[in-house]
């Protein structure tokens, strides 16, 4: 398997995590995280995506794998289906272990076969339920956390397996931000290619550019 994370940041976390009661979930360009523990999440166009610090105990997180592949001067992206996984943390960072993926099929293969690895900090493997979120039809968008409410309803693998009670006494908890609106591309739900796009050369481009394209951003 290839790292999909680098061994500084597991350093780092060895180095500055003590003073923590929490569980840090790591996340790199490979994961566009959708939801987790009850909470919508918003990820970001430009820039690094940022850890999600979590609370000690159960985690559900729900996101895509995503793989970029150039093609001459052209980017395009393979996404897989919703991915559901739910494991047990505490006082460590998270980070998610992908295998390396060569061309489009390759990564068409794992979303019909997902074989991933979740480790802590020590990069000791953690054991995990995982599923897929699937819904079926045409949509132009998707309530994630009205999904993940029904999928956890369930005795499906990864399921908090709760109550209706349960749901309706515990609602789940809104981020700060709304979810961005996401599109249909090639008969999947999807993040708008155009933002993947942007997303994929912003970060190509060099400081200069970057710090010229933001003061353009900033300026409409």
């Given amino acids: 398997m290839k790292r999909k994370f680098a061994f500084a940041s597991v350093l780092t976390a060895l180095l500055s ?27 970001s166009v430009f820039g690094k995506e940022e850890s999600v610090v979590l609370q000690n105990g159960t ?7 995503v793989e970029s ?44 076969n997902p074989e991933f690895a979740i480790l802590d900090t020590n990069e000791s493997r953690i054991a ?6 699937l819904k079926s039809g045409f949509q132009l968008s998707r309530d994630y956390l009205s999904e ?6 369930t005795d499906a693998p990864a399921s908090l397996q709760l109550t209706a009670s349960e749901v309706v006494s515990q609602p789940a908890a809104q981020s700060n931000t709304a979810p961005r609106a996401r599109v249909v591309v090639g008969g999947q739900d ?11 050369w912003f970060e190509k481009a060099d400081a200069e550019t970057q710090a010229r394209f933001k003061a353009f951003v900033n300026a409409r």
């Fill in 17 to 43: 995590f003590g003073a923590h009661a929490d569980v840090k979930l790591n996340l790199n360009d490979n994961i566009e995280l959708l939801a987790y523990n009850g909470k919508a999440h918003k990820s």
């Fill in 128 to 133: 995990f339920e995982q599923n897929k979120l």
């Fill in 69 to 112: 592949f150039e093609e001459g001067k052209d980017v395009s992206f393979v996404r897989s289906d919703v991915l559901v996984v739910k494991f047990d943390a505490a006082d460590t960072e998270i980070f998610f272990d992908f295998p390396e993926h060569k061309n489009k099929r390759q990564v068409r293969q794992f979303n019909d």
């Fill in 148 to 153: 993940m409410q029904h999928f956890n309803q």
């Fill in 59 to 65: 985690q559900q997180v729900a996101f895509r794998y």
């Fill in 190 to 200: 999807a993040l708008n290619e155009v933002e993947y796009q942007l997303h994929y």
